[in-house]
């Protein structure tokens, strides 16, 4: 007989999270909107070391939209101050993890200082295996989708590129998740029911599940649930189940 642990079905290699409700989690505290951030940041700790645990390949978080860079100033500079705080203070811990990183987004936007901790926080953590963090900041899909036709169109005018040989392929490796397996679950916190410019590209086989907790309230528990309800769906990638029912 197989035991519980044995016959557990294999979790899934990404899952992505879109971390909402920090504002809510707030202001159902009479808090500044600041202060639901930096629970939220507690709450990334949490799930990171969630997913090794439950041994994920990638753990995407959407850290921060394009069109974030619409809210107030005060917020803006809030969100970039943690995102400094936890690229200092973190990424010792996630390299002796294990855990290597990766940001996608548009760097032109960040802060000097900010890119710089990106990239000595990926050169650092590049040959480490455990998991893969993937931190989607000033992300946009729809934006991202667009500068990898914009290098299509540049490939093709300068010849290294038939436009008749522009496949789904060509398309997914210019843009910013080349190199990472598209997501097989996303998960929103907070009971909003979008995608909010998130992997639209990736997301065309993703389950997607919406779950109520807000972010900064979200744990290891939210997380297996949500695993759990991805492995009670069936997944068909347009074809019928085995048997041909
Ligand atoms: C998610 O929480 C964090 C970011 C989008 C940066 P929100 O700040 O969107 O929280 P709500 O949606 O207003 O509750
Ligand atoms: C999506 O949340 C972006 C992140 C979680 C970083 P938002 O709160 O910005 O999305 P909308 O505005 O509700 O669609
Ligand atoms: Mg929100």
């Not at 990334?44 to 753990?59: C, K, P, Q, W």
């Not at 909003?192 to 900064?216: C, G, H, I, M």
Request: with cysteine; proline share 4%.
């Amino acid at each position: 007989m197989r035991d519980a642990q044995e016959s557990r079905p294999a979790p899934p290699v990404h899952v992505a999270i879109i971390m909402d409700g920090n504002g809510r989690w707030a202001k159902a505290r009479g808090l500044p909107r600041t202060a639901g951030h930096r629970k939220g940041v507690d709450a990334v700790r949490r799930t990171v070391e969630a997913a090794r645990e439950l041994g994920l390949g990638y753990l995407t978080i959407f850290s921060f939209s394009s069109e974030n860079w619409r809210r107030p100033d005060d917020e803006v500079s809030e969100l970039m101050g943690l995102l400094r705080y936890y690229l200092r203070s973190e990424i010792a811990e996630l390299h002796k993890a294990g855990v290597r990183l990766r940001v996608i987004g548009d760097r032109r936007r960040l802060a000097p200082d900010i890119v710089r901790l990106i990239d000595n926080a990926e050169s650092l953590t590049r040959g480490n295996t455990a998991l893969t963090l993937v931190v989607a900041l000033s992300y946009g899909s729809r934006q991202e989708i667009v500068q990898a036709a914009r290098r299509l169109a540049e490939d093709a005018a300068a010849g290294r590129i038939d436009a008749c040989a522009i496949d789904e392929a060509a398309l997914s490796a210019r843009l910013f998740t080349h190199d990472i397996p598209d997501p097989d679950l996303i998960v929103r916190t907070s009971g909003e029911k979008r995608l909010s410019n998130f992997l639209l590209w990736q997301s065309a086989y993703a389950e997607l599940v919406f779950v109520d907790t807000l972010w900064p309230d979200f744990t290891k528990h939210d997380l297996e649930v949500a695993i759990e309800e991805f492995h009670r769906r069936e997944r068909r990638f347009g074809a019928t189940t085995a048997g041909g029912r």
